[in-house]
C-alpha cells in the first residue's frame, strides 16, 4: 500500500467508530482463500469492508475497532512472518508491519484471536459485526462472545447484542471521496478503452473468447488488476441471456454483439455495456431496437441531478422501452395499462442501475424506508443500463425482433449541479459505432 494512502484509511476509522460509539466495538474479517483446484486457489481479492478500512490485502486477518480505548484502538490480526512461506507467496507484513505500514495500535498473529478476542471485548456493549458472511468465522465470534458474557458473573460489562455494521458502514462507501473519485474515474477509463479495442477487433468468425481476451488484454495493459467481474460476450441470441459468461461460440455476420466488462482499478470497478453490429452495420430491426434502448438510456441520464428520488430512473426507462415497444407491436397497448400489468418485464426484466463502487454491485440503501426511495446526493456513483431482450423463440413478438439483445449501460456520478458521465470514452451513439466495429486493433 502506498504510505501517502494511510491518513485515507485512517480516517474512515475514526469515522466509523465515531458512529458506533465509545461503548461499542466492530469486527471485520478478511475474506478466505478459496480453493480452485487441487492444491491451486483462484486469486486472493480482499473484503471490500476490510480494505476499504485498512487497504489491507492479505487472507487470514482481522480488524477490530475500540472507539476510545487509551491504547489501542485500532487492533489487527495477522499472519505470521513465514520465510520459507514468503519463499512461495511473498511477503507478509507480519504484526510490525500491520502496525508500521496499516496504523494498527496493536497488532496480534491471527491464530490468538480465540484467545485475545474475549478480553478485548470486555467493557463493550455492542459488536458490530456481519453475520453470516464467513461461517467459520461467526463460529469464532460466537465462541468469543460465550466467553466473554461468562465475566458478567463478575460485574463485568459485555457485549449483550451483536449489530450488522454495514448499516452505518456501507452509507459511508456510498459516497465517493474525491480519492475514490479519481481512482473510478480511472477504472472508468480503462473500461472504455477495453470496449473500443474489442469494437475495432470485432469481425465475422471470431469467437466470443477472442473478443474477451481483447478486452482483458486492454485491462492489464492499462493497469487494472482484473475484470471487476465475469466478463460478458454474448454474440446473436446469447446477447439475451443476461448473465451469460461462457463466451465459447463464434459469432456471425449479421448478428449483434453485446458486452458487459469493466476493469478494476486499485479496488474500483466500471461497469459499462455496449452492444454493436459484428459485421459493422445494423440492420433495420436491430438499429431500431438499438436506438429505443439508447433512448431510454439518455432520457434517464438527463434526469440525473440532486433530489431526484432513486425510483425515477427506473419509472423513466420503463415509460420509454414500454412506449417503443406498444408502438413496434411488441406489447399491447395502451402503453399505461401495460406498465401498470408490467406486461414489458417479459423483455425488461431487470432494473435500471445500481450503486457503484469497490463493489460492482456496491452496497448502499436504496431506500430510506420501507415505502421512501432515497435521492440522488452529490458523491453518489450509479450505472444507467436499460436493455431489451427478445429471444429467438420470444412468443408474439414480430420476426423481424427476435433474437435481437440490446443493453447500453454507463456509470454516471451525481454531482453538485448535475451528473458526470464518467465512461463517456466507450462510443455509444450508432454512427460513431459503426465508424469504429472491424477498424482493426
Known sequence: MTPALLPVFAERRRS?????????????????????????HYDFRQNSDLWYLT??????????????????PVTMFVRKRDKEREVWDGVRAGTDGAKAEYGADEAFLFDELDAKLPELL??????HYGLGLYEPRDRQVV??????????????????????????????????????LARLRRACEISAEGHLRAMRATRPGMGEWELQAEI???????????????????????ACVLHYVTNDRSMKAGELVLVDAGAEFSYYTGDITRTWPVSGRFDGPQREIYDLVLRAQQEVIALAKPGLPWTALHERAVEVLTTGMVERGILAGPVAKAIEEKTFRAWYMHSTGHWLGIDVHD????????????????GMVFTVEPGLYFAPDAAGVPDRYKGIGVRIEDDVLVTETGHDVLSKGAPKEPDAIEAVVGAGV
Open 363 to 378: 452496497v448502499g440503501a436504496y431506500y430510506e424506508d420501507a415505502d421512501k426511495a432515497r435521492t440522488l446526493q452529490p
Open 216 to 238: 482483458e488484454y486492454a485491462f492489464r495493459r492499462a493497469g487494472a488488476r482484473a475484470p471487476g467481474y465475469s466478463t460478458i460476450v454474448g454474440s446473436g441470441a446469447n
Open 143 to 180: 465462541r468469543a462472545l460465550g466467553r466473554v458474557r461468562a465475566m458478567s458473573r463478575r460485574g463485568k460489562r459485555v457485549p449483550r447484542e451483536i449489530v450488522d455494521p454495514s448499516v452505518l458502514l456501507h452509507e459511508m462507501r456510498l459516497f465517493k471521496s474525491p480519492d475514490e
Open 55 to 72: 487497504g489491507f490485502e492479505e487472507p487470514e486477518a482481522a480488524l477490530l475497532l475500540l472507539p476510545g480505548h487509551d491504547k489501542h
Open 16 to 40: 466509523l467508530m465515531s458512529r458506533i460509539g465509545d461503548r461499542a466495538a466492530a469486527l471485520f474479517f478478511a475474506a478466505p482463500e478459496t480453493v480452485r483446484s487441487n492444491d491451486t
Open 122 to 127: 470486555e467493557g463493550r456493549d455492542r459488536l
